[in-house]
């Protein structure tokens, strides 16, 4: 892990509620799952290139029509205002400063149109299928109206996995930071929490119907097979996420590096794949490229920079995480994504 992202984890350590600090770094079960992230991306082999001419290297990145300054996205997360008092808008910012792409949760804790006037950067928006459809339907056009270039449907939570360390929901999310985004949407008195959970029964038909909705193209987040990748493409999506949710759904699921070549080769370049779960380093993202991923989500450390210093502390993890990625490229004798490939890497033996 980079020396500042470590040193935001620590300072969030001590910084944030127990409570909170637990259903950030929670996983789902035996957390074997969240146990192998970080540590499946450590597995890989690097073969470098030499003799090459790297003293220039270029990682701007365009992900479906946004010019980003490298392929870092910032992962839907829950509740930003857990980790800091602008919460969303914080972060957006940072992130945007830094010249990368944020991904807005349905559980964001400030409203979409807040989130959206914060921006300085390109952005999109995650969205669950909710029993409610309506509601879905409702802040896909909101977020597009207020300037989200994308919708990510996340389809890893027909339930919400269950995580020992906040059992008992220690972490009180009250009501008015819950709904932020669907008070508006609902009957006072009439509907509750239950409306804005996740619809177990939802198909691939939820994907062509949200991008009618939203004039949006709409990536697919939480794949884990390359078949189901087929199957998404198939139904209209504009991208694949291949995810485990960072080991907080189906714990024993596999790494999300072991299910990325799978992903790749269904895909067959049809739209771009992007990959998270345990990225950490330039040297991570290296390898997630180089297998032939367009981009990385970055989850937990953008909470823990969020924590423990705002917006700008968001724009520093970003930089060094690009500054590392454009380090080790050059090392490894590439002056750009495009100049990776699969030959540059190998699994090391299990
Ligand atoms: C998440 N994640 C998530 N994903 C999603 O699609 N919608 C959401 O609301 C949330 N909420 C959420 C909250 C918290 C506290 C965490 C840690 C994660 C999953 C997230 O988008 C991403 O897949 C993982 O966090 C990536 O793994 P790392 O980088 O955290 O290891």
């Not at 984890?9 to 944030?16: H, S, V």
């Not at 146990?35 to 701007?60: Q, Y």
């Not at 994308?150 to 890893?156: N, P």
Request: net charge negative.
């Amino acid at each position: 892990m980079l020396a500042l992202l470590a040193d935001h984890r620590d300072q969030a350590r001590t910084r944030l509620r127990p409570e909170v600090w637990d259903y950030y770094e929670a996983g789902s079960g035996e957390e074997v799952t969240l146990a192998e992230a970080e540590a499946s991306w450590r597995e890989f082999r690097l073969r470098p290139r030499v003799l090459r001419d790297v003293s220039r290297v270029d990682l701007t990145t365009s992900l479906l029509g946004a010019e980003l300054a490298s392929p870092f996205v910032v992962a839907p997360m829950a509740f930003h205002a857990l980790a800091h008092e602008d919460a969303e808008c914080a972060t957006i910012r940072g992130t945007g400063d830094a010249g990368n792409l944020t991904v807005i949760s349905t559980r964001a804790s400030r409203t979409i149109e807040e989130i959206g006037a914060a921006a300085t950067g390109p952005w999109w928006f995650q969205a669950y299928l909710m029993r409610d459809r309506g509601l879905t339907e409702a802040l896909v056009q909101r977020a597009a109206a207020a300037g989200a270039r994308a919708v990510v449907l996340t389809v890893d939570t027909p339930y919400v996995g269950k995580k020992d360390k906040v059992s008992g929901t220690r972490i009180a999310v009250p009501d008015d930071q819950y709904l932020v985004n669907l008070a508006q949407h609902l009957v006072p008195g009439a509907v509750g929490r239950e409306s804005a959970e996740q619809d177990p029964s939802m198909t691939p038909d939820s994907i062509a119907r949200l991008a009618d909705v939203g004039g949006l193209p709409v990536l697919v987040k939480g794949v884990l097979r390359g078949d189901e990748a087929r199957r998404c493409v198939d139904a209209g999506a504009a991208g694949v996420i291949v995810s485990n949710h960072g080991g907080r759904q189906l714990d024993r699921a596999v790494p999300s590096a072991h299910a990325l070549p799978e992903v790749l080769e269904a895909v067959g370049g049809a739209v771009p794949v992007l990959v998270d779960g345990g990225i950490r380093s330039g040297t991570d993202a290296l390898v997630a490229l180089a297998t032939g991923a367009d981009a990385v989500l970055v989850g937990r450390p953008v909470l823990w920079a969020l924590a423990a210093g705002g917006a700008p502390a968001v724009t520093a993890s970003l930089q060094a995480l690009t500054a590392h990625l454009q380090h080790v490229l050059a090392v490894a004798g590439a002056t750009c994504p495009a100049d990776l490939d699969p030959s540059m890497v190998v699994r090391a033996r299990a």
